[in-house]
């Protein structure tokens, strides 16, 4: 059996053109594809910034987005039907996933004995004594500095980012700050 078969026309002129369905549907792909390959392609860089400011190392944050963009990808037409900022939407799905993550892995694994090496870890602002105190925070308070002062975004954007109020975006970032700021009076 042949292709299945779709008229397409104008009911005013009464002119109809017989059009193979698959090749309809390959055009529609294909400009989803080159919208969602646009979208990677100027948001990349501002994402990995926030994946490294989430995840602490550069790494993890190429892991987060690309497993982000995996699942976003896959469904963007439908995405891009309801959601006006794409952005936002991504970024609150990696503050989520990071999140998702960080709780599966954060149960202790108990050893025996102690390895003998320690694991090094070469990201030049692992001693940076800021950067240290950031990566200490919780999740969310992490998230709503990032946002905040490596991002630049406003607490109304945080909060539609995040799914979480203007208080909240408020209560986290000033804990946070606290929390940081006596991290690094200590020092």
């Excluded at 002062?149 to 995040?162: C, F």
């Amino acid at each position: 059996m042949g292709a299945p078969l779709r008229l397409l026309g104008a009911e005013s002129s009464g002119t109809w053109t017989v059009v193979p369905a698959q090749r309809e549907v390959r055009s529609t792909a294909k400009a989803v594809d080159t919208d969602f390959a646009e979208f990677v392609k100027t948001a990349l860089p501002g994402l990995l910034r926030y994946g490294h400011a989430l995840t602490g190392n550069p790494h993890d944050a190429a892991d987060l987005v690309q497993t982000v963009l995996e699942k976003v990808g896959s469904r963007w037409l439908g995405r891009r039907a309801f959601c006006d900022e794409p952005l936002a939407y991504v970024r609150k799905a990696m503050a989520n996933a990071h999140v998702s993550h960080w709780r599966r892995i954060r149960r202790e694994s108990l050893v025996a004995e102690l390895p003998d090496n320690a694991v090094e870890q070469f990201d030049r602002l692992d001693n940076e004594p800021l950067w240290q105190g950031v990566r200490g925070l919780p999740p969310r308070q992490r998230a709503v500095i990032v946002l905040r002062y490596y991002e630049g975004l406003s607490e109304a954007e945080i909060a539609d980012t995040l799914g979480i109020s203007k208080g909240t975006v408020k209560s986290q970032a000033s804990k946070a700050l606290n929390t940081l700021r006596s991290s690094l009076e200590g020092r």
